[in-house]
């Protein structure tokens, strides 16, 4: 009887397409794309590539793995690094250029020349399993972007400067190589083939450090593209072991948690919290133990009085000793920074300055940032000031605790605005999470 006939054989075939892409040329593509990895000194056999609801594509444990142990590792024939560029066709044109380029640029203009010249990149295995577009904000269309909290929408336009400027200062490089590709190079190196290999270095890369080049800017070169590899998704839950292994000039990945055979296995990218991940990955994590709630400079300045003569004093302390930066609530209340920067902004007219003897003769604003009590009503004022911009977060009109339905039916083929949602849900989450708690603590 041949095993794939009949209900049994139908059940087997359905339960192996279930944890497969389930899409016959993506199925031929990492044949192709593991044959060529074989050929390239890869042997590894303990993970698999696979499609998950939650997640999308990624990689599953073909066997129980256990803590400690090595899940993948991939040879440095595979990896795509700047060393790749330099000895390949782009190498002179770099080394010849100046001022000189970047690390990050030399890899986008290389990926995006690889993936032009298509069946003649010894690459193109590896380049047809890689997205065809991201969900990082520089894809997004502009009214998109807006519907972003402020923090988020400020960084998420910067990234989209960035990249746009990449490319306007790239032009004359992008130009030089025009020898190599006669008349069309300006139609291949076009700033959506940029961006499109920008996202690829900015989400799929590790970490490989390579000395300094002069043929390089002195921007860090850190970048190593690792097929395959690459296709492991991030869980904040999971530990592990990343790093190239100069003895065995592997890349390895270590898990430091148990997998049951045909698990989804994961890597975690980072403590990131959801804009971040959303920002650098273009995905947020559901309960991302990481998430907070991100208050901006202004939000503040709106609750403290104007009339305070050392209000812009207070400012200048804030700023110079870093405290302007990362000042978030999250769900077990307001950050540690958040709370000091209010400390410090609820100082009394006669305590900014004033001595404490009994702390190392710090003045009082100087304990204020290292976490030292200097008086009640600097306590009590402070959590008012912090309860009061919680309370302005959580306000609809402010643009975190509402809905953007109406957005929503008009744009529901924009899938970008999803994510503006699972960002925006969360954020309110947290900060009645955050109330909650500052009104107990009021309470005590
Ligand atoms: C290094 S790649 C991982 C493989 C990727 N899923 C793929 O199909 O190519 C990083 C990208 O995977 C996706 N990703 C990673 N972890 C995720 C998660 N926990 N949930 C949703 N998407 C995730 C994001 O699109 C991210 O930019």
């Known amino acids: 009887m041949n095993p794939k006939r009949g209900r049994t054989g139908r059940r087997r075939k359905k339960k192996v397409l279930g944890t497969s892409t389930g899409n016959p040329s993506h199925e031929r593509q990492y044949v192709r794309l593991m044959r060529w990895m074989k050929e390239r000194g890869f042997r590894d056999k303990r993970l698999r590539t696979a499609h998950f609801p939650d997640t999308g594509r990624g990689l599953m444990s073909a066997q129980r793995l256990q803590p400690g142990e090595i899940i993948i590792s991939l040879p440095e024939s595979c990896l795509l690094t700047t060393d790749t560029v330099l000895?390949?066709?782009?190498?002179?044109?770099?080394?010849?250029?100046?001022?000189?380029?970047?690390?990050?640029?030399?890899?986008?203009?290389?990926?995006?020349?690889?993936?032009?010249?298509?069946?003649?990149?010894?690459?193109?295995?590896?380049?047809?399993?890689?997205?065809?577009?991201?969900d990082c904000p520089v894809y997004w269309e502009a009214d998109t972007v807006n519907f972003l909290?402020?923090?988020?929408?400020?960084?998420?336009?910067k990234q989209r400067r960035t990249v746009q400027e990449l490319f306007s200062s790239a032009r004359p490089f992008f130009r030089s190589l025009n020898p190599l590709f006669p008349d069309i190079v300006e139609e291949i190196l076009t700033y959506e083939a940029l961006r499109w290999a920008w996202c690829t270095v900015n989400t799929r890369t590790v970490y490989k450090k390579h000395a300094q080049r002069e043929c390089f800017t002195a921007e860090p070169d850190v970048y190593a593209l690792a097929p395959y590899l690459d296709l492991l998704n991030h869980s904040a839950g999971v530990q592990v072991e990343a790093a190239f292994n100069e003895k065995s000039r592997c890349y390895e990945i270590r898990t430091m948690v148990q997998y049951k055979k045909f698990q989804q296995v994961f890597i975690c990218y980072g403590h990131h919290d959801n804009q971040r991940l959303l920002l650098e990955y273009g995905f947020t994590a559901a309960n991302n133990p990481h998430q907070s709630v991100y208050v901006t400079k202004d939000t503040i300045l709106q609750f403290v009085s104007i009339n305070d003569k050392q209000l812009q004093k207070k400012w200048s302390l804030l700023k110079e000793n870093g405290f302007l930066e990362n000042l978030t609530f999250g769900r077990d209340g307001p950050s540690w920074r958040l709370l000091t920067a209010c400390r410090l902004l609820c100082l009394g007219a006669d305590e900014l300055y004033e001595m404490c003897f009994v702390f190392n003769h710090h003045t009082c604003w100087k304990k204020v940032l290292l976490g030292s009590f200097v008086s009640e009503s600097n306590d009590r004022t402070s959590m008012e000031l912090v309860r009061k911009i919680c309370l302005h977060c959580r306000r609809p009109g402010c643009g975190r605790g509402y809905?953007?339905?109406?957005?929503?039916?008009?744009?529901?083929?924009?899938?970008?605005?999803?994510?503006?949602?699972a960002l925006r849900r969360e954020e309110s989450e947290i900060l009645t999470s955050s109330a909650d708690v500052l009104q107990k603590e009021d309470a005590i």
Request: proline residues 12%; contains cysteine; aromatic residues 12%.
């Open 403 to 421: 809905w953007i339905s109406s957005q929503k039916s008009e744009k529901s083929a924009d899938p970008h605005l999803v994510l503006v949602e």
């Open 149 to 157: 909290p402020d923090p988020v929408k400020q960084k998420a336009m």
């Open 87 to 134: 000895s390949s066709y782009l190498g002179k044109y770099i080394r010849g250029w100046r001022p000189p380029v970047s690390p990050l640029l030399a890899l986008c203009t290389f990926l995006v020349l690889e993936r032009y010249l298509g069946a003649q990149s010894p690459w193109q295995p590896y380049l047809d399993v890689l997205p065809r577009a991201y």
